[in-house]
């Protein structure tokens, strides 16, 4: 697939599409539940979707003028951040694959074992695993999320949480 007449897609666009299709997915399915259920899926999901086409639309856009623009105008950065161009291409690569995966597990994890569970879980495991933040320190944090997510999702707002998988698997 081609850009613009004659243009090259840069491989974030393959990015991007990947991530606007698992997210357009997510809210499309949302739509099929309750809506007290659906209501968190889409208060994330259509933002995010929002933002994944914005950006999808940009790399589509902006692959003519990288692939003939200079060093400098190709490296500009987003908005007046600016990029640091010593970070070596499969540093980046793998930061990404890593962050993907992360987000991929957490994913996989509402599904599996739901919200109330993965919430916490995936905070208690981001910490240890990426942040090196001690096991106190980390059980702390995730046991605060859980209290917050239950106190206000739960209880104050009587959110109806999509049943997880592996209940529906064992026949609860």
């Known amino acids: 697939m081609s850009g613009p007449p004659g243009k090259t897609i840069d491989p974030s666009f393959w990015l991007a599409l990947f991530f606007t299709a698992v997210v357009a997915v997510w809210v499309v399915t949302a739509a099929r539940f309750d809506w007290d259920t659906r209501l968190f899926p889409w208060a994330i999901g259509i933002p995010a979707l929002l933002l994944a086409l914005r950006q999808l639309v940009g ?79 980390a059980l702390a944090i995730a046991g605060l999320m859980l209290l917050f997510v239950w106190i206000v999702f739960d209880q104050v707002m009587h959110l109806a949480w999509p049943e997880a998988a592996l209940l529906t698997l064992i026949g609860h």
Do not use: K
């Open 59 to 137: 790399d589509w856009r902006g692959s003519a003028t990288r692939s003939e623009a200079s060093e400098e105008q190709r490296y500009r950065g987003i908005l007046d951040i600016s990029v640091d161009r010593t970070i070596p291409p499969e540093v980046i690569t793998r930061h990404t694959l890593r962050a993907g995966s992360w987000i991929l597990g957490f994913a996989a994890g509402i599904w599996l074992l739901g919200f109330l569970v993965s919430i916490p879980l995936f905070i208690f495991l981001y910490l240890i695993c990426e942040a090196r933040a001690s096991r106190l320190v």
